[in-house]
Every structure is written in C-alpha cells, then in structure tokens.
C-alpha cells in the first residue's frame, strides 16, 4: 500500500490510481483462485516484456544472444526479515527470522542492474540447494523470455548459481533442457589438498564479465566429473588475498 501512496503523487507518469480499499477487494478476489491469477499475471509481464525488449532493439537483452554470448539467468536465494509473525515466517540461517526467496534475474551486464524475471516464496528456513525449487523458478523464467524457447532452449541461455544450484538433478534438468550453466561446486577438504597440487603452469589469468583480464585471480580445469551428466567438467579458481580482496581460496564450478 505504501508503493500506490507513492504512485498517486506522480498522476501525469502513472494516471489514476486505485484507492487502498479497492485494491484490498482486488487482491482479496484474486487469492480466491491463485493458481489462475498467478498465471495470468505471468501471461501479462511475458507480453509487457516483449514490447519493452522490442522497443530497445539493438539494447535488448536478448540482441544477438548466441552460444558465444547468451543471454544470462542468474539464480540466487536471497533473505528478506519480517519484523513480526508473518505467514511462513521462520528462523534464518543467519539467526535473522522471516523469509528465504528463490530469485531469477536476467543479467543485464555491467551497464545494468539486473531485470526479475520469476520468484519463488520460501519460509526463512528453506534449505540452500533444493533441486525442485531451483527448477521450478528456472522454469518460471524461461517462460518469461519474450523470444519463447521451448523446452530445448540452446546454449544461446546460460544460467548461473552458486553451490546451491550443485545437485545433480538440477544440472540433469539445465542439461536435459540444453541451457548453458555455470554453477558452484562445494570443495571438501580432500578436493581443496588435490587442488592445491595443481602445478603452477597449468593455472591461468581469470577473465572478468566483461572479457578483461582480473588482477591477482586465476583459473584452471580439472576434469570430467564422473556421475554427473555427460560432458560436465569442473573448473577451479584461487585468488590473492589482499585487503581489497578477500575471496575464498579455492572456489570451484561446474560448466556445461
């Protein structure tokens, strides 16, 4: 209700806006069959989408997206505090209380803050790498994507997450649906000492987001990971701690 206060101060941008009780008797309609609204709504942003990334041609996310340069899906959970006992409030793993969002954003680089493309709600307490969670909100973004992929969508999408998205049956969904990923793979102790004998001449410079080479930070694969889907490789990163950069050390990935 807060926001519509904010909105009704700037009529010529925004024009009429409902008062607080009709707005009430809306949401209070809409619950009674949520299923059907929530789809409908998706409906609605897929088509208000479609004529935003139009309008922006040559700027549009998805401009000359191919294998090479794909358009990105950033996975991630986030935590949002409730100041009370609201409904599926629950204690964070942070000690915090409130909820635990599952968030996909379509990246929109370094000149952008990232556009929402699905969102699933989850209790405080929801775990970090729920696999069907993690599927569900990849689902919900695809078919947010104004150029309609299909199931099949090609490497021209490549999804990221952190070590939440490391399950198998998340990275057999993202292959099984043909998308790129680059997701988190959690290092065990026995993973980080065979890492830690990698030669040297065999780690090299890591590149940042915009292809430039990144100081004191550095690269290199591993192999194959064996049970997990076909040409799934693992690649492993270190860095230079220093005041400014304080990164773990090592990190790994999973690429496909």
């Given at each position: 209700m807060t926001i519509l206060a904010?909105?009704?101060c700037e009529p010529a941008v925004f024009g009429s806006v409902a008062w607080d009780p009709t707005v009430s008797r809306t949401?209070?309609?809409?619950?009674?069959?949520?299923?059907?609204a929530l789809a409908v709504i998706a409906s609605a942003r897929v088509v208000a989408r479609s004529a935003a990334w139009?309008?922006?041609?040559?700027?549009?996310?998805?401009?000359?997206?191919?294998?090479?340069?794909?358009?990105?899906i950033d996975v991630d959970a986030s935590l949002v505090d409730a100041h009370s006992d609201k409904e599926h409030a629950?204690?964070?793993?942070?000690?915090?209380f409130g909820f635990r969002p599952l968030l996909a954003f379509i990246d929109h680089g370094s000149g952008g803050t990232g556009e929402p493309a699905a969102m699933l709600l989850r209790p405080g307490n929801?775990?970090?790498n729920t696999a069907a969670d993690h599927k569900e909100v990849l689902a919900a973004a695809l078919e947010q994507l104004p150029f309609r992929p299909g199931y099949r969508v090609?490497?021209?999408?490549?999804?990221r997450n952190d070590t939440g998205g490391g399950t198998h049956e998340f990275l057999t969904y993202c292959t099984n649906r043909r998308v790129g990923y680059s997701l988190g793979f959690t290092l065990t102790d026995a993973l980080v000492d065979a890492v830690n004998l990698v030669p040297k001449k065999v780690w090299t410079p890591a590149y940042d987001a915009e292809g430039?080479?990144?100081?004191?930070?550095?690269?290199?694969?591993?192999?194959?990971?064996?049970?997990?889907?076909d040409g799934c490789g693992s690649s492993c990163g270190k860095n230079v701690r220093t005041p400014e950069r304080s990164y773990g050390s090592p990190t790994s990935t999973a690429c496909g």
């Open positions: 904010l909105l009704r949401i209070a309609a809409l619950a009674a069959d949520a299923p059907k139009a309008a922006a041609g040559e700027h549009a996310p998805d401009h000359g997206i191919d294998a090479e340069n794909p358009l990105i629950a204690p964070t793993w942070t000690k915090g929801a775990a970090g090609g490497r021209k999408v490549l999804v430039q080479v990144r100081e004191g930070a550095w690269v290199a694969d591993l192999a194959e990971l064996s049970g997990w889907p």
